[in-house]
């Protein structure tokens, strides 16, 4: 039974990464309540479920311009240091956020605005925080370390955006704004205490290895706290000018170009997030279908956590998968499904504008997002193993900044893609919330068979042939 388990050596083996976990499970939780109070705060100022997936446009164009170039300042830098000063920046646009509550400012523009500082610096921190774990843990427990990762991050979804929800209607949006300024503490502490994380120079520059590896001091109390290749001596790089900045950028890219198994882990995950990402339905989904306002919002957004949650779990194996691009494939494949049964859900509905919570539309929403969450959170470890393992350490900042354009860019145009989509629907149909869900699940379930399609590579790619 323990083999089927998650896999916990990593935790065990390296303080670093253990620390790093912890705070950014803390972290992540408090951030789910900032994400359920602004759409919130949106619908409520608005009615208007594309002002809700606007939130995405002023999320994504500063995590594309600052996310490629972030990818080259963390190739260059102290991977600690560019991790703690984009952290820093994200705390303060919280705050922004938390001061605009307890102020009763209702400014749908200043919370635009913070949206986009915190998604800008994201850009950056994220990815950065992303290419350290290569050089805390061991290649052979990349797999164990994202499983880890997803397990906190899924824990995060589950129960942030309920409790936030909570908060929101017992306490006002003030409430859940203070609570992620409180837990982004646990984040600061954790990067804080890294030990410095150098650009590589020489031989350990090259690809990730398990091989020639070395303990590496902790930052504080000098105790091992991972793996780092021997050539971490290498001299640091010094800052890139602009144009040496972009030439860095255009090699992230040349090499997604010349590995095609790597590129296309990106294509799945936007076929997922852009067509079939609910987000911005679940407030006008509670007030006018379902039921049960601000708690039902946070309850839908918390199934599909909950699905990811359940199974990775059960995670213990996936170490020992070799064909995972098919496993992402299948899995993107599920997630439409998914999201399309939640369409079906909502068609049956029908827009009720109820008094009470409709029972068996929310256990029929929960069956249909929990198991498009258990795909997702299966897919999530293995297209972060595949980045990871095929990807040099010179590159890795530019390929995590790439990454996670791609992962936190998708759901944002997914909300824009969705938010319009419905209040277009709503001039034709009589249920445009549960035919938005349908027609994004099955166009997602199209992109990913016809991209397996098109790249059998992908298909086919074993990860042991790659070691």
Known sequence: MSGLLVDITPLRRSPGFRRLWWGQGLAAIGGQFTTMAVSLEVYDLT???????????FAVVPLVLLGFWGGSVIDTHDRRTVALISALVMWAATIGLAVEAWFHLDNIWLLYAMVGVQSGAGAINMPARTAVIPRLVDRDLLP???????VTWTLALMVGPLLGSVAVAAFGYQAAYTVDVCTFLAALYAVVRLPPIKPLTGEGAGAVSGEATVPIPDAASGEGSGALPHAASGEIPQSPRFGHTWRMMVDGFRFLATHPTVAM??????????????????????KEMIGGGPTTAGWLASFVAIGSVVAILFSGPLGKVRRQGRVVAIMVTGWGLGILGFGVVLTLVGST????????????????????????SFSSVFRNTILQSATPDRLQ????????????????LGKVFCGSMSQALGHVSPVPLGLTAVIGGGLCMATAALLAKLLP??????ARAER
Do not use: E
């Open 47 to 57: 009615r208007s479920t594309f002002m809700v997936g606007l939130l995405g446009v």
């Open 144 to 150: 164990a370390a994202n499983a880890l990762n997803s």
């Open 353 to 376: 504008h109820p008094d009470h919570v409709i029972g068996w539309a929310l256990a029929g929403s929960a069956i249909c997002l929990s198991f498009a969450g258990a795909c997702d």
């Open 457 to 462: 590579s992908f298909w086919k790619y074993d």
């Open 397 to 412: 900042g530019r390929l995590q900044g790439i990454f996670t354009v791609n992962t936190n860019g998708g759901p944002n």
């Open 265 to 286: 882990t990106l294509f799945m995950d936007l076929a997922a997030n852009v067509f079939a990402q609910p987000v911005a339905m679940y407030p006008a989904v509670a």
